[in-house]
């Protein structure tokens, strides 16, 4: 089982290679790293406002 917020290594993936392509170069672990925790961090507000909106109804 996976933690909250930890997502199937693709959409990681996916990611990382859409900056590979705009920037035209392979990034390093570093960047990658805080790509991913940037991707995290992102599907985190996008659930929470869902949440907010499913309330407010």
Not at 39 to 57: L, S, W
């Given at each position: 089982?996976?933690?909250?917020?930890?997502?199937?290594?693709?959409l990681?993936?996916?990611v990382?290679?859409?900056?590979?392509t705009?920037?035209?170069?392979?990034?390093?672990?570093h960047?990658?790293?805080?790509?991913i925790?940037?991707?995290?961090?992102g599907?985190m507000?996008?659930a929470?406002n869902?949440i907010?909106?499913?309330f407010a109804?």
């Amino acid at each position: 089982m996976t933690e909250p917020l930890e997502y199937p290594y693709i959409l990681y993936n996916e990611v990382i290679m859409y900056l590979e392509t705009k920037w035209r170069r392979s990034l390093n672990a570093h960047e990658k790293h805080l790509l991913i925790e940037g991707y995290k961090y992102g599907r985190m507000v996008e659930a929470e406002n869902e949440i907010k909106i499913v309330f407010a109804e």
